[in-house]
C-alpha cells in the first residue's frame, strides 16, 4: 500500500489547499481594492464607530473602482455574510445596525 506524500512542511498537498480556501475570505479583508479597512473595524462594538470607520476608509481609498458609499457598503455586507453562523446574534445584531448607520453617515438614509 502506498503511503502519502506531505508536501514540505508537513501537511498533505490536499489539506494546505483546503486551508487556503477557508481562509480565502479573511484575505479579502485585508487585501480588497475595494478598500484599505482600519485595523480592528468589524470588532469594534457601536454601530456608528463602525460606520464612520468605514466612511473614512472609502473616502481614503485610491484603489476602489466604484463610488465610496458602495465600497464601504459592499465591504460590511460581504463581512456579514462571509462570517455566517459564527456570528453572535448579537454580534450580527450590531453589524446589521452599522449599515444603517452606514447609510446615515452618507446622507442615504431612507426613513
Given at each position: 500500500?502506498?503511503?502519502?506524500?506531505?508536501a514540505p512542511?508537513?501537511?498533505?498537498?490536499?489539506?494546505?489547499?483546503?486551508?487556503s480556501k477557508?481562509?480565502?475570505?479573511?484575505?479579502?479583508?485585508?487585501?480588497?481594492?475595494?478598500?484599505?479597512?482600519?485595523?480592528?473595524?468589524?470588532?469594534?462594538?457601536?454601530?456608528?464607530?463602525?460606520?464612520?470607520?468605514?466612511?473614512?476608509?472609502?473616502?481614503?481609498?485610491?484603489?476602489?473602482?466604484?463610488?465610496?458609499?458602495?465600497?464601504?457598503?459592499?465591504?460590511?455586507?460581504?463581512?456579514?455574510?462571509?462570517?455566517?453562523?459564527s456570528l453572535?446574534?448579537?454580534?450580527?445584531?450590531?453589524?446589521?445596525?452599522?449599515?444603517?448607520?452606514?447609510?446615515?453617515?452618507?446622507?442615504?438614509?431612507?426613513?
Amino acid at each position: 500500500m502506498a503511503q502519502k506524500r506531505s508536501a514540505p512542511g508537513g501537511k498533505s498537498r490536499l489539506a494546505k489547499r483546503r486551508a487556503s480556501k477557508r481562509k480565502w475570505s479573511a484575505d479579502v479583508t485585508r487585501r480588497s481594492d475595494a478598500l484599505d479597512l482600519e485595523t480592528g473595524v468589524f470588532a469594534q462594538q457601536r454601530p456608528d464607530e463602525i460606520a464612520r470607520s468605514l466612511k473614512r476608509s472609502a473616502e481614503r481609498s485610491t484603489r476602489r473602482k466604484s463610488e465610496p458609499y458602495r465600497s464601504a457598503m459592499s465591504m460590511l455586507t460581504f463581512y456579514i455574510n462571509r462570517a455566517g453562523s459564527s456570528l453572535s446574534r448579537r454580534r450580527l445584531h450590531i453589524l446589521e445596525r452599522a449599515k444603517g448607520e452606514l447609510r446615515k453617515a452618507f446622507g442615504r438614509d431612507t426613513h
